[in-house]
C-alpha cells in the first residue's frame, strides 16, 4: 500500500513538473513572438508603448518562473531593445534592469538558450556609454560575446552581434566575416520573423562596412 501510494505521489510530482516546464515554453514562446512583432513591425510612439507593455509581461514571467533562466534572458533582451529604442536617460535605467535580469539568468543556468545571456550582456557593454554616465566596458564586452560565440558558434545573433561588435571597434575585415558567417545560420523554424529581421540588419550593417571602405 505504502509503495503503490509513494509511486503515485511521484508521478504526480512528475506531471506537475512536466505541465510547469510547457507553461513556461509556452510565455516564453509568446514573449519571444511578440518581441519579434514589436521590434520589427511597429515603428514611432505605437512601438514604445508595445515595448512598454511587453517589458510588464516580462516582468510577469519572471514572477511566475524565479527560476527559470529563461524568463531572466526574455526580460533583459526586452528591457535592452527598449533602452536602444527609447533613448534618452529613460534608457540608461533600462539598460541597468537589462544587466541585473541577464546576470540573474547567468547565475540560474548560463548555458540557457546557447548562452543569450552572454551575447545581449556583451551587446549591452558596447552600447551603453562608459563612466561615469554608465557601465560601458569594450573590453567587458568582447568577452562576453565570444563566450557566447563559444557556447553557440553557428548561431545567428551570436555572430551578429560580435560582427556589430567589431565594427563598433573598425575591425571591418573580422567584422565582415562573422556577419557572413551570421547570414548563413540555420533558420529557426518557430521564429521566422525574428529570422527575417535580423537578415535585414546583417545586410545593413553589411553593406555599412562597404561604405566605410
Not at 67 to 86: H, L, V
Not at 192 to 197: E, I, K, Y
Request: avoid cysteine; proline fraction near 3%; charged fraction near 25%.
Amino acid at each position: 500500500m505504502f509503495r503503490l501510494l509513494k509511486i503515485t505521489v511521484l508521478v504526480l510530482v512528475a506531471m506537475v513538473s512536466l505541465q510547469a516546464r510547457a507553461d513556461l515554453d509556452s510565455d516564453i514562446s509568446h514573449l519571444q513572438q511578440r518581441w519579434a512583432e514589436v521590434n520589427y513591425q511597429l515603428e514611432g510612439k505605437t512601438r514604445l508603448s508595445e515595448f512598454e507593455k511587453l517589458v510588464a509581461e516580462a516582468t510577469q514571467a519572471t514572477s511566475s518562473y524565479p527560476q527559470a533562466a529563461e524568463s531572466w534572458i526574455w526580460s533583459g533582451i526586452i528591457k535592452s531593445t527598449y533602452a536602444g529604442a527609447k533613448g534618452g536617460l529613460g534608457a540608461l535605467s533600462l539598460a541597468k534592469e537589462s544587466r541585473a535580469d541577464l546576470e540573474k539568468a547567468l547565475s540560474l543556468n548560463a548555458d540557457a538558450l546557447d548562452g543569450s545571456a552572454y551575447t545581449s550582456l556583451g551587446t549591452l557593454y558596447y552600447n551603453v556609454p562608459g563612466w561615469p554616465v554608465g557601465f560601458g566596458d569594450d573590453k567587458k564586452a568582447e568577452e562576453f560575446l565570444t563566450k557566447a560565440l563559444s557556447l553557440n558558434p553557428d548561431g545567428i545573433d551570436s555572430n551578429y552581434f560580435y560582427g556589430n561588435y567589431l565594427i563598433s571597434e573598425k575591425r571591418y575585415d573580422q567584422a565582415r566575416r562573422y556577419l557572413k558567417k551570421a547570414q548563413r545560420a540555420k533558420a529557426r523554424p518557430d521564429r521566422p520573423l525574428a529570422d527575417s529581421g535580423r537578415q535585414k540588419e546583417i545586410l545593413e550593417a553589411l553593406a555599412g562596412i562597404d561604405g566605410k571602405k
